[in-house]
C-alpha cells in the first residue's frame, strides 16, 4: 500500500544519489571555496552499493514509486554507472528510469551503453549558451560546445525527451534566457528554466538573485508567443508552457515565487544511504544501517512508511527573505 503524508500527498518518485562528488563547482551548487581539494568526500565503504540501491529501489517501487532519477553530484563520474541502470531497469513495476547529468562524460558511446542498460530519458544541465557565462558558471572552465555534443549523443542514443535544466541566476546568465531557448526550439529538447534557490548552506543565496518564473516566461514570450499547457501528472515539477506556433514545449521550475509543496511525492536516496523527505531537509533517515544490519525487505518496507507518513515538509511554502538557511543537507549530497 502506498504510504500517504500528512499533507496527503503519496509516494510516488525517488531521486537516488550515486556519489557526492563531481567534476564541476557549480556556484550554486559546489562553490569552489567550500568543495576544493582539503574537502572531504566520502569513502568509498560508504557510499551504497550498486546492489544495495537496486534492492532499496524494489523495495520503494512495491511500496508504489513509479519514477526513479539517478543523480548526484555528477553521476557519471560513478565507474560503470549503466550497471545500475540494468539493475534497476529490472525492477518489476517501476514505470519511468531517468538520469540527471552535467553532460561532460556523455560521449556517444556512454549515452548508448545507459541506452541498451535500460535507461529512458536524460536530463543535461546547461546554464548558457554563452562560453563565458558558462564557464564561470561552472568554476572549472569547461565549454559548451561538449555538453552541446552530450546533448547530440543523447538523441542520437534514443533518450528522449532530452530535457536541459538551467538554472537562472540573477546578475550572471539571465540575458541568455531567450537565446536558450531559441537554440532548442523545435528539436524536441525541452528546456527548463529553474529559480535559483537557497539549497544547501554554502551558495551565498540571496532573494534578490532569483529571477521569477514570470520573467522568464515574459522574456521567451517577447519572441514568441507561448501558452500553458496542463500538467502530466500529479506532482510534476516543472510548469509546461508551449510555443503557440507548435515548435514545442520549455518547463519552469519555480521553487521561489510558485512552490509546489502541496504536490511535492518526491523522496531522495543520498549515495551513503539516508533517505531525505525535502530537499531542504536538515536530517535524513539512516537506511543504510537497516541494510547492512541485516533487516528484511519488509522491515525496511515498514520503516519508509512510517518515516513518510510522519512527513509534514513545505519548506518552499514557508520560506521569506528571512527565514533561517541552514543547516539543510546539500544539493550535491542528494541531488536537485
Known amino acids: ?9 503519496p509516494l510516488r518518485d525517488l531521486r537516488i544519489s550515486v556519489t557526492d562528488r563531481c567534476n564541476f563547482r557549480c556556484v550554486y551548487c559546489m562553490p569552489k571555496e567550500v568543495f576544493g581539494r582539503d574537502f572531504k568526500f566520502l569513502d568509498r565503504s560508504q557510499i551504497l552499493t550498486f546492489e544495495e540501491i537496486a534492492r532499496l529501489a524494489g523495495v520503494f517501487v512495491g511500496l508504489g514509486v513509479e519514477k526513479i532519477r539517478i543523480t548526484g553530484g555528477e553521476p557519471l563520474v560513478r565507474r560503470d554507472i549503466e550497471e545500475l541502470v ?5 525492477v518489476p513495476g517501476l514505470h519511468d528510469l531517468t538520469l540527471t547529468t552535467n553532460g561532460s562524460l556523455l560521449s556517444r558511446a556512454k549515452a548508448q551503453a545507459l541506452s541498451d542498460a535500460g535507461l529512458r530519458r536524460i536530463t543535461i544541465s546547461l546554464d548558457s549558451l554563452d562560453d563565458e557565462v558558462f564557464r564561470v558558471m561552472n568554476d572549472v572552465k569547461f565549454p559548451v560546445s561538449v555538453v552541446l555534443d552530450a546533448i547530440d549523443s543523447a538523441l542520437a542514443a534514443g533518450l528522449t525527451p532530452v530535457k536541459v535544466d538551467t538554472v537562472v ?19 524536441g529538447v525541452i528546456v527548463r528554466f529553474i529559480e535559483y534557490m537557497d539549497v544547501g548552506n554554502t551558495n551565498g543565496w540571496r532573494m534578490d538573485d532569483v529571477v521569477p518564473a514570470s520573467e522568464v516566461v515574459a522574456r521567451i514570450a517577447e519572441r514568441w508567443p507561448l501558452e500553458p499547457v496542463d500538467a502530466n501528472y500529479f506532482g510534476e515539477v ?34 551513503e544511504g539516508k533517505l531525505y523527505t525535502c530537499l531542504f531537509a536538515s536530517k535524513g533517515e539512516d537506511l543504510r544501517a537497516l541494510l547492512r ?4 525487505d519488509d522491515a525496511i518496507a515498514a520503516r ?33
Open 1 to 9: 500500500m502506498t504510504p500517504v503524508d500528512t499533507l496527503g500527498r
Open 86 to 90: 540494468g539493475q534497476l531497469s529490472r
Open 169 to 187: 541566476r540573477r546578475g550572471m546568465n539571465e540575458a541568455g534566457i531567450a537565446d536558450l531557448a531559441g537554440r532548442f526550439r523545435g528539436t
Open 238 to 271: 516543472a510548469e509546461r508552457w508551449r510555443y503557440a506556433d507548435g515548435a514545442g514545449e520549455i518547463g519552469i521550475i519555480s521553487s521561489v515565487t510558485r512552490p509546489f509543496c502541496a504536490s511535492c511525492t518526491r523522496a531522495r536516496l543520498s549515495a
Open 293 to 296: 544490519g541485516g533487516a528484511s
Open 304 to 336: 519508509l512508511s512510517v518515516v513518510w507518513g510522519a512527513r509534514d515538509d513545505r519548506y518552499s511554502e514557508i520560506r521569506t527573505s528571512n527565514t533561517p538557511r541552514g543547516p539543510k543537507v546539500e544539493m550535491s549530497h542528494i541531488g536537485g
